[in-house]
């Protein structure tokens, strides 16, 4: 018989760390395991989960709202900790930081092993004091954890090194094996949520000295509004610069695989990330990438410069100027770089990501640590 296993979060609201949720607790699904994923509440545009995928709500009740920050966070803790305790997973899998935190003070006495999970990039989101207080505290109770760098896995103390694990996100089937374009659009395109610690910004501004040398060409931008000011940064930028008629912010979409595929030139512009989804995507489907070389780790992990991809210094203006334009111009070196950017399906397709995810919940499953 199958395991049952859990996983927590704060919502499936549509991001990086709840896609990779989502795609794997299906697949865990698929393979005939009991899944439950426990979320502290809803968003309004969640990734869905097959039927064979429990959710649970686990986090603040009616009424709870009107209770004190502090009472709020020993409540989620509080009803995390029976839901373990109803419930009974072989293993709770929590992925980012607050659910991190919340399933290890949650855990004694449970009988349940948590793995968690570190989807940042830790500089900036694991080092402020409240941080350095709960790490030594909270993650010895960890049975194990899993990075996507080795950027991430080397900022935290030997022991959470020695019982972890590198694993890549899993990229969607419907980036891999897509048939090279005839022909590529005149187009530089990004893909990813308007935010500000992808530096679009920085991109607008380096595609308008681009379109000075190649004015045939124009930027599309496709990806939600994050509603923290980046959106009218942008909008102020191009209209600051009369950019209306090559500069295009496109929204949110769920056909990437096709709005991306004949692009140009695919450019990455973020000061930090995690392992990004959205340049894995890019990745499988062929495109010629230029990115920043971003803390911790994310596109130096999967992108040898010069040979399935170009790397640039983080905040680089000028270097993603020429390479944007280098792309263009040598468009036979461009396509070169994108068939060697399809290998990545290789070793981050879904099957792959998935039979390490299983060995490595199996390994800690018939260990079951004392808790």
């Known amino acids: 018989m199958k395991r049952k296993i859990a996983f927590h979060l704060n919502c499936l609201e549509q991001g990086g760390a709840e896609r990779v949720v989502t795609n794997l607790a299906d697949q865990f699904a698929r393979e005939g395991y009991e899944v439950l994923i426990a979320t502290e509440w809803y968003g309004e545009n969640e990734f869905r989960t097959e ?23 020993l409540l989620r803790v509080k009803y995390l900790r029976e839901f373990m305790k109803r419930e009974k997973p072989e293993v709770l899998i929590a992925f980012a930081q607050r659910a991190n935190y919340r399933a290890l003070m949650a855990s004694p006495g449970t009988g349940v092993p948590v793995l968690i999970s570190v989807r940042t990039d830790p500089a900036g989101h694991y080092d402020a004091l409240s941080d350095k207080l709960q790490i030594p505290l909270l993650f010895p109770r960890a049975a194990g954890c899993v990075f996507q760098t080795r950027g991430q896995k080397e900022f935290f103390a030997p022991f959470l090194q020695k019982r972890s694990r590198i694993i890549l996100n899993p990229i969607n089937e419907k980036y891999i094996g897509t048939p090279r374009p005839a022909a590529r659009r005149k187009t530089v395109v990004q893909s990813g949520r308007l935010v500000d610690f992808k530096n679009q910004p920085m991109l607008l501004r380096a595609f308008m000295e681009v379109h000075k040398r190649h004015p045939d060409y124009s930027l599309e931008l496709y990806g939600g509004d994050s509603h923290d000011g980046t959106k009218e940064i942008l909008e102020g930028i191009i209209r600051e610069n009369k950019a209306e008629g090559y500069i295009r912010l496109m929204g949110a979409s769920d056909t990437l695989e096709t709005d991306l595929a004949d692009a140009a030139v695919y450019a990455f512009s973020s000061d930090w990330e995690g392992m990004p989804n959205a340049l894995l995507e890019a990745m499988a489907l062929g495109l010629p990438i230029v990115a920043t070389d971003c803390p911790c780790g994310g596109p130096r992990t999967v992108i040898r410069d010069g040979v399935n991809g170009l790397l640039i210094p983080v905040g680089d203006q000028k270097a993603l100027e020429e390479g944007i334009s280098r792309l263009i111009e040598e468009p036979e070196y461009a396509e070169k770089l994108g068939e060697n950017a399809r290998e990545i399906a ?26």
């Not at 429990?54 to 009107?66: I, S, T, Y």
């Not at 290789?346 to 808790?371: H, L, M, T």
């Open 346 to 371: 290789q070793i981050a397709n879904g099957g792959a990501v998935f039979s390490r995810w299983q060995e490595y919940i199996d390994e800690i499953c018939r260990k079951k640590p004392g808790i």
């Open 51 to 73: 039927k064979g995928v429990r959710r649970v709500h686990a986090g603040l009740r009616p009424g709870d709202e009107k209770k004190s920050r502090i009472l709020q966070f």
